[in-house]
């Protein structure tokens, strides 16, 4: 079980190179292979690695690799190996996307790279660190500088017009649950843990747990069965309402995505708000999609980097960090056209130039503003996931 309180890494500081003498840190990183270990999913995202890539190889002489990854879990344990075999340098692993129960894990373990190396990388002063919470705490876990933000994400609903109408949309768990059972088979969500499936069971548990300050830390396990009940209460009356009876479920984001598309389900979700948009862009949506939030807020984090204890690059590895929180670099990444992600910078903090760059982005015709998404829940402490998804698969888990 993870704890509330976890220590921080024993590396000195002073072993690293220090992002505060940014020079320095360009002539050490020039020359250098950073081994970026990052989600490999998706064909947009790639692209924008690889550019990020190109940049960096032009401008620094750094090259950068990307690890394809299909499960972010497989590098925080190939760090934890080397550890374990005494690997204290020249580790295979130079940067980490991340956040959540690896952020948590890896920090627990003291496998990251110094802290405050983040508040030290020259485009730091463009982050929207006081306005966004979720900068400063990843899943309830202070960050420490230990991890450098680089994207936003917020869970999102979307549905056909031509089929059903604004009017008629849930704006609420519990009126999802009473839409369901009107339009039964017209919603379901990926099998947990797949995570879109596992975020949509913290959006129904935030809203139904009768105590949420509990969230905020680790599961009591005595308590447990009687602080979950209201949510798997929930999912008892909604299950034989979803997509097939339950019986089966969307493998995942893409496949939910199709199913709306082919008029099997009418209402679905993602992570990102320019995911709608960005269909439709693509031709796997009609132009009749649109989104919609729900009254008082979704489920939302940021992601971001983090750089192994044992890297070897690190240098380029900092080179790397800072580029992805430029403003160039985060223009192009919040482009629906490129990716669509919503950005960690401040426009207050920017150039009259990029506010103005930011402000012309066509965020697409299914895109909701700002003021449009409402709230942002903050995530829960890791610990729940864990025993939320073993609890699922008990329950309701069926064989694809």
């Given at each position: 079980m993870l704890i509330a309180t976890l220590a921080l890494p024993a590396t000195p500081w002073a072993a690293d190179p220090d992002p505060r003498d940014w020079d320095a840190v360009l002539a050490e990183a020039r020359g250098q292979t950073v081994y970026f270990n990052a989600w490999g999913g998706s064909e947009n995202i790639n692209s924008y690695i690889g550019w990020a890539g190109e940049t960096l190889n032009q401008r620094f002489g750094v090259k950068v690799i990307h690890v394809k990854l299909d499960d972010t879990a497989n590098a925080v344990a190939k760090v934890l190996a080397e550890k374990a075999a005494g690997k204290n340098e020249g580790g295979s692993v130079d940067v980490i996307w991340i956040n959540g129960e690896n952020f948590a894990s890896m920090k627990r373990q003291n496998l990251l790279m110094a802290p405050d190396w983040t508040t030290g990388l020259p485009n730091w002063v463009y982050v929207d660190h006081e306005n966004m919470p979720t900068i400063l705490t990843d899943f309830t876990i202070p960050t420490d500088g230990l991890e450098s933000p680089w994207g936003g994400a917020k869970m999102v609903f979307f549905h056909d017009t031509a089929r059903t109408p604004a009017d008629s949309i849930p704006h609420s768990s519990v009126e999802l649950l009473e839409w369901s059972k009107d339009n039964p088979g017209r919603f379901s969500y990926p099998q947990p843990p797949d995570f879109i499936g596992s975020s949509f069971l913290k959006q129904v548990l935030i809203e139904t747990i009768e105590d949420k300050s509990r969230l905020s830390q680790p599961v009591n396990a005595a308590s447990f069965a009687e602080d979950a009940a209201p949510l798997f209460a929930y999912l008892?009356?909604?299950?034989?309402?979803?997509?097939?009876?339950?019986?089966?479920?969307?493998?995942?984001?893409?496949?939910?995505?199709?199913?709306?598309?082919?008029?099997e389900l009418d209402i679905i979700f993602a992570f990102n708000p320019s995911e709608a948009s960005a269909g439709i862009a693509a031709g796997e949506l009609p132009d009749t999609v649109r989104s919609f939030s729900y009254t008082d807020g979704t489920l939302g984090n940021t992601h971001f980097v983090a750089i192994p204890?044992?890297?070897?690059?690190?240098?380029?590895?900092?080179?790397?960090?800072?580029?992805?929180?430029?403003?160039?670099?985060?223009?192009?990444?919040?482009?629906?056209?490129?990716?669509?992600?919503?950005?960690?910078?401040?426009?207050?903090?920017?150039?009259?130039?990029?506010?103005?760059?930011?402000?012309?982005?066509?965020?697409?015709?299914?895109?909701?503003?700002?003021?449009?998404?409402?709230?942002?829940?903050?995530?829960?402490?890791?610990?729940?996931?864990?025993?939320?998804?073993?609890?699922?698969?008990r329950r309701y888990g069926v064989a694809n």
């Open positions: 008892d009356d909604l299950h034989p309402n979803l997509w097939r009876g339950g019986k089966a479920y969307p493998q995942n984001y893409p496949d939910m995505k199709q199913k709306l598309a082919d008029g204890y044992n890297a070897t690059a690190k240098a380029g590895a900092l080179v790397l960090a800072n580029f992805l929180i430029s403003p160039e670099a985060q223009l192009r990444k919040q482009d629906p056209a490129l990716w669509g992600d919503p950005t960690v910078l401040s426009m207050d903090k920017l150039s009259a130039e990029d506010r103005a760059a930011f402000a012309a982005l066509d965020l697409g015709v299914a895109t909701l503003t700002p003021d449009e998404l409402g709230p942002t829940l903050d995530e829960p402490h890791p610990d729940w996931m864990e025993y939320i998804e073993r609890e699922w698969l």
